[in-house]
């Protein structure tokens, strides 16, 4: 079905990124856009590392916003960038579920994208969410 590694991991969270983004933008359940894809001759295949980040957002989907929201300092959700939530959602995820990435790579790689994939401000802005989400992030993750 998937393939193991294919580009390793940064690109596995781009390619997350945008199964994120488009089904944000598509209204659609991202687990759904993946499944289809992952079945289509016309798609590269799909890394399970991505998979692992798209399923594993949309399960933690409700904290991950609630979250977001409450540390993203005068900024709703529906008023972020579809493209700069999808980032946020996915550091977010890596950063209190995936237990095998340091915080700060969590937080460093969705810098990374975000800098690459969106606008000047968006970098700054991101690291702020996950940075002020990082410093809780042990209390978060005994409660979770």
Request: no cysteine; aromatic share 8%.
């Given at each position: 079905m998937a393939e193991r590694h294919p580009g390793g991991r940064r690109s596995s969270r781009k390619r997350a990124?945008?199964?994120?983004?488009?089904?944000?933008?598509?209204?659609?359940?991202?687990?759904?856009?993946?499944?289809?894809?992952?079945?289509?001759?016309?798609?590269d295949p799909v890394a399970d590392y991505t998979v692992t980040l798209v399923e594993g957002v949309q399960e933690n989907l409700t904290r991950i916003d609630e979250l977001l929201a409450e540390h993203a300092e005068g900024w709703s959700l529906q008023r972020m960038p579809p493209l700069d939530l999808a980032v946020l959602r996915l550091g977010l995820y890596e950063l209190l579920w995936a237990a095998d990435i340091p915080d700060p790579v969590a937080i460093d790689e969705a810098v990374h994208l975000?800098?690459?994939?969106?606008?000047?401000?968006?970098?700054?802005?991101?690291?702020?969410v996950l940075g002020r989400i990082g410093g809780i992030a042990d209390q978060l993750r005994a409660v979770l």
């Open positions: 990124i945008e199964f994120l983004y488009e089904a944000a933008v598509r209204e659609m359940d991202p687990v759904t856009l993946l499944s289809q894809r992952i079945g289509s001759p016309d798609v975000v800098k690459t994939l969106s606008t000047e401000d968006s970098p700054r802005f991101v690291n702020g």
